[in-house]
């Protein structure tokens, strides 16, 4: 599992999507686009839903677990930079299209 670290908030994804949510998160921020990511976080008892606003005043840390970087897989990436162009924001999504789920730290 990878970490992604932004401000006081570190969330964890696997190192395939979090390679992915990079992508689109570094292109948004490197043309000053502000946006909205949500995902939902599993907890003992239940599925619950966060969001924060990123935006490019704020640093953002990638860590990963392993040390090979995964392909890119150009279709997930547009759908997950069609979700992050939305007005709902960047709704984080497995490869499948699945809503992806974070565990806390």
Same mark, same amino acid.
């Given at each position: 599992?990878?970490?992604?670290?932004?401000?006081?908030? *570190?969330?964890?994804? *696997?190192?395939?999507?979090?390679?992915?949510?990079?992508?689109?998160?570094?292109?948004?921020? +490197? /043309?000053?686009?502000?946006?909205?990511?949500?995902?939902?976080?599993?907890?003992?008892?239940?599925?619950? +839903?966060?969001?924060?606003?990123?935006?490019?005043?704020?640093?953002?840390?990638?860590?990963?677990?392993?040390?090979?970087?995964?392909?890119?897989?150009?279709?997930?990436?547009?759908?997950?930079?069609?979700?992050?162009?939305?007005? /709902?924001?960047?709704?984080? /999504?497995?490869?499948?299209?699945?809503?992806?789920?974070?565990?806390? /730290?």
């Amino acid at each position: 599992m990878g970490v992604l670290i932004y401000g006081p908030r *570190d969330v964890e994804f *696997d190192d395939r999507l979090l390679t992915h949510l990079e992508f689109v998160i570094v292109n948004k921020l +490197r /043309r000053g686009e502000s946006f909205m990511m949500s995902w939902l976080v599993a907890t003992a008892n239940a599925t619950s +839903r966060e969001s924060m606003w990123l935006n490019v005043s704020s640093p953002i840390y990638f860590k990963y677990v392993g040390s090979r970087v995964p392909s890119l897989n150009r279709e997930w990436i547009a759908v997950l930079e069609a979700e992050a162009n939305g007005p /709902r924001g960047l709704i984080v /999504r497995n490869e499948d299209g699945t809503p992806a789920v974070s565990h806390n /730290r």
